[in-house]
């Protein structure tokens, strides 16, 4: 009687063996069959039965893609102005020249009324140019005129103004002249008074247009 109760076991429990063994079976060809095109090769079964689990509870390990956040205030600014070696010379030059005793307000107020001319109609197109335009023999500006232009060095504010001014920063109110009238030629001035408009003042220099 035990005997026959234990082959009877013995076939059931063969029986639930070949039962599972066909459902496992199952899913691992279609984990091979899921997986034929990846490269690393399955190391073990329980990488197989992690890959059931993910599968039933719909959980996936996720990739976090961090994307570089850049600061735009570090980002290298496109001027606004593209000048030749020689006119951005000239326009530093220039601003020394004219305002190398203003702040740096000053000093961009005097680059603004350089580049308003180049894009003015009524001046050249190109910085050298208005810096070194004659009516006559007669220079547009005193440094030009007096040769001290050639002499100066532009200081590091200068620079900076200068670079603000070709980034588009422009706070002239379209001036296209100034003048310090202390130092002026009283002829001049009144020239300045009757036949432009005058806008402002600024430090030691009053702007028109």
Known sequence: MFQKYAAVMAAFSLLLAAAWFCVRGGQINRYVAENAFVTEPLTCVEEMLDYEKVRETGQTDTVQSVQPVIDVNV????????????????????????????????????????????????????????????????????????????????????????????????????????????????????????????LFSYGGHEFFE
Do not use: H
């Open 75 to 198: 980002l290298e600014k496109e001027p606004l102005y593209q000048l030749t070696r020689e006119d951005y010379v000239t326009l530093l030059k220039i601003v020394e020249a004219e305002a190398g005793s203003e702040d740096e307000t000053g000093k961009l107020l005097v680059a603004n009324v350089v580049l308003n001319r180049v894009k003015s109609d009524q001046f050249p197109d190109t910085v050298t140019e208005v810096v070194y335009q004659r009516s006559g023999k007669k220079a547009q500006f005193s440094p030009v005129g007096n040769g001290s232009i050639e002499t100066i060095q532009a200081s590091e504010e200068t620079v900076e103004a200068v670079e603000r001014a070709l980034n588009g920063e422009d706070i002239s109110q379209g001036a296209l002249y100034f003048a310090a009238r202390s130092a002026a030629d009283p002829q001049n001035m009144n020239w300045f008074d009757e036949c432009l408009t005058r």
